[in-house]
Every structure is written in structure tokens, then in C-alpha cells.
């Protein structure tokens, strides 16, 4: 089975742009894999420093419009990993997350991270199935 590269825009340009040695989304079979991504400007694709609630619907929309864009949804989602950097947003983060998959919500995992090399606080990514 053969791995496919599925562009987002302006996802995707944001990754070349910074030499990033990952894609956004990948497609194999009736698997797609969505890389974990920083709060990304809709419009501009540029990281934006926000407080944790938007940040957490940023990603959390990113993460839907990667979906669509290789032809799944969230609910496909069979498993999410965030990664934070602080437990203190435990809560937050939760609030949010429920309004994306208010029933029934994939396997998941939250790992708390030290920092990261840009100013933002919160990655998810996900394993959904087509």
C-alpha cells in the first residue's frame, strides 16, 4: 500500500517554509494520519500566540479541515494524542476537545511536554479511518 501525501493549505507551505520534515495529512488505504500542528492562522498559516482556549480551537479546526481535505471527518477519529505543556490546561483543553467530539470520542492520550521550539502550548494529532 502506497502513502499519500494530502496538501493543506496553508498548512502545508508553513511546513516546506520551515523545512519541516513532515506532511500535514497522509493517506494509505482507508487510514489517514494527521500530524500533530501548532496554532495555525487560518488566513496566513502562521503560528499565532494566543491564550490555550483559542489555541486548543485552532488546532482543533486544523485538525477537522485535515480530515475533510483526505476525505474522512472527526468522526472517523479512532485515536488522538495532545501533547501540552502544561497539566494546567488539562481542564481547558478538555472543555474544548468536547465540543468536537461531544459523543462518543476516539482513544486519546495527553502528554505533558516541556516546551516547544515555537510560542504555543498545545499539538493533537490523529489516526482516522476513511
Known amino acids: ?10 498548512i ?3 511546513l516546506e517554509r520551515w523545512k519541516a520534515p513532515a506532511s500535514a495529512v497522509t493517506r494509505a488505504g482507508n487510514m489517514v494520519f494527521v500530524s500533530g500542528l501548532p496554532p495555525f492562522d487560518p488566513e496566513t498559516g502562521e503560528i499565532v500566540a494566543v491564550p490555550i482556549e483559542r ?4 488546532v482543533m479546526a ?3 479541515r485535515c480530515l475533510e481535505a483526505a ?18 490546561h488539562f ?4 472543555a474544548i476537545y468536547t465540543r468536537y467530539f461531544p459523543e462518543n470520542p476516539p482513544a486519546r492520550i495527553f502528554v ?19
Open 62 to 64: 486544523q485538525l477537522k
Open 55 to 58: 489555541q486548543t480551537e485552532l
Open 1 to 10: 500500500m502506497k502513502r499519500e501525501v494530502i496538501r493543506v493549505e496553508p
Open 91 to 94: 481542564a481547558t483543553v478538555n
Open 112 to 130: 505533558c511536554i516541556p516546551e516547544w521550539t515555537g510560542p504555543f502550548d498545545i499539538e493533537i494529532d490523529c489516526i482516522a479511518m476513511v
Open 12 to 14: 502545508s507551505s508553513w
Open 71 to 88: 476525505g474522512a471527518s472527526l468522526d472517523n477519529v479512532m485515536k488522538c494524542n495532545i501533547f501540552c505543556t502544561s497539566a494546567k
